[in-house]
């Protein structure tokens, strides 16, 4: 379990996570409702698409297996009676030439009847999903104000970098969504969606394309070793497909947005969302070959055989010899988004390279995990970054006006909060670090106090 349950009415309801791209006949994906005084299964959402193809994998068990998962966090609305499910990608991530169809609620929103368990609507964030470009994070239950109307809203970012704005009631989008043509797949026994879908607003919160003539590098050197790498790979903007001769994922599979989620600032109507801009390189490797390059792959490559298909694959960052990213800066972003207009009110760099091995302090801006809050005076929180810092921004202009340092990552989301109504207010972050972010590990609570 990578998330927490959450509760409705009488009801925990929980989500399931497992192994990426390890088999097609992984765990069936399946959301379950129990209990809270008895522990008694009330109801079980299996994510198999309604009408399911006779060519699908078959079940095994009470439930169809390799569907979509939900590893992310839950969200609910009792006055609605609704809960509203992120969903990962159908197995596995890369190659879908085995589904048939069980992909129908892959990478989407889904609000379920908490009273039954039924489907109540869906959207789609990718279609056909080849980048493991799941939904990472927790539909935020917002209102948004137009025309001096209250809307009730859910709020989605996904790793693509878009943030899809649904009526909560229909999930119908608030800001109209193009079906825009792509790049096709080259991969035997693989078929590609036609289009997928682009928000009109907000736009996208990362770039999409990386192409050799904007490869970076500190010096001509590292940034000559970057352009050369990306001509040889498939590298036609976002959505390109997984290939045999290796494809740029970009953004890679951290995103864009990623658990950290988003805050909301009710008062301002303003949504703040924290980014990566990390390129990954994805390679497909035909069956019979598989075995021979996991014995000889490097170990900062990651390997995977998804057995059942007829490919195996490996990911890694799209890194110079240098170990930074082969993309320009910044590698991690702040932004602040207008819900009524969709506009973008201000965007930073988030983090800087003081605490990695090539200590860059810089504002570049870095990879990074954990979610921001914003408080009634106007601050926004987050620590997230990979250096060892909780920073204070100020929501209206983006301006930096405080860090704390930290003994350890701050990969977490902070919280606030006072011990009495006229009390001190403070703000505490869990600072542990992330293991394969590597990031600075520890086991500290850290607790600030705000000035008076």
């Avoid at 929103?109 to 039924?118: F, I, N, Q, T």
């Avoid at 965007?347 to 091995?357: M, V």
Wanted: charged share 20%; proline share 10%.
């Amino acid at each position: 379990m990578t998330s927490p349950p959450t509760v409705i009415h009488d009801l925990i309801v929980v989500g399931s996570a497992i192994s990426d791209n390890q088999r097609v006949d992984a765990p069936g994906g399946v959301v379950r409702a129990f209990e809270v005084r008895t522990g008694e299964l009330r109801w079980s959402w299996d994510t198999a698409p309604p009408d399911l193809s006779p060519e699908a994998p078959q079940e095994k068990s009470t439930y169809h297996l390799g569907t979509a998962n939900a590893w992310s966090i839950l969200s609910v609305d009792p006055e609605r009676d609704l809960v509203f499910v992120p969903t990962g990608n159908t197995s596995p991530d890369f190659y879908g030439g085995e589904r048939h169809g069980l992909d129908f609620y892959s990478s989407s929103v889904v609000a379920l009847r908490a009273s039954s368990g039924e489907v109540v609507w869906h959207f789609q964030t990718v279609h056909h999903d080849l980048w493991d470009y799941d939904v990472p994070a927790q539909p935020a239950l917002i209102t948004l104000r137009r025309g001096g109307v209250d809307i009730p809203a859910v709020a989605q970012i996904t790793k693509v970098g878009h943030l899809f704005l649904l009526h909560r009631e229909t999930g119908e989008p608030l800001f109209p969504v193009e079906e825009r043509a792509v790049p096709q797949t080259t991969v035997p026994g693989e078929q590609t969606s036609p289009t997928q879908p682009f928000p009109t607003a907000p736009s996208a919160l990362v770039p999409h394309a990386l192409t050799p003539d904007n490869a970076w590098g500190l010096t001509f050197w590292d940034r000559g070793r970057c352009r050369k790498r990306i001509a040889a790979l498939r590298s036609e903007g976002v959505f390109t497909p997984p290939s045999l001769e290796g494809t740029v994922m970009f953004p890679g599979n951290i995103g864009g947005g990623n658990w950290s989620g988003v805050a909301f600032e009710p008062e301002r109507g303003l949504l703040l969302v924290n980014t990566n801009n990390l390129p990954f390189v994805v390679r497909l490797i035909p069956r019979e070959r598989y075995e021979a390059e996991r014995r000889a792959v490097k170990p900062s490559v990651e390997i995977a055989p998804q057995t059942g298909t007829p490919y195996g694959m490996t990911r890694e960052p799209l890194l110079s010899p240098f170990g930074l990213p082969c993309n320009p800066p910044p590698w991690g972003k702040l932004a602040a988004i207008e819900l009524a207009t969709g506009k973008i009110r201000w965007e930073i760099p988030l983090g800087t390279g003081r605490d990695r091995p090539i200590p860059i302090p810089l504002r570049l801006g870095t990879p990074n995990f954990g979610g921001a809050i914003t408080t009634a005076g106007g601050l926004v929180f987050i620590g997230a970054a990979m250096d060892n810092y909780l920073r204070a921004f100020d929501v209206d202009t983006g301006e930096e006006l405080w860090k704390g340092r930290l003994p350890a990552g701050g990969q977490a989301m902070p919280l606030t909060y006072r011990l009495h109504e006229n009390g001190k207010q403070y703000v505490v972050i869990a600072a542990g670090g992330h293991g394969r972010m590597g990031t600075t590990v520890g086991d500290s609570v850290v607790a600030f106090a705000l000035p008076d």
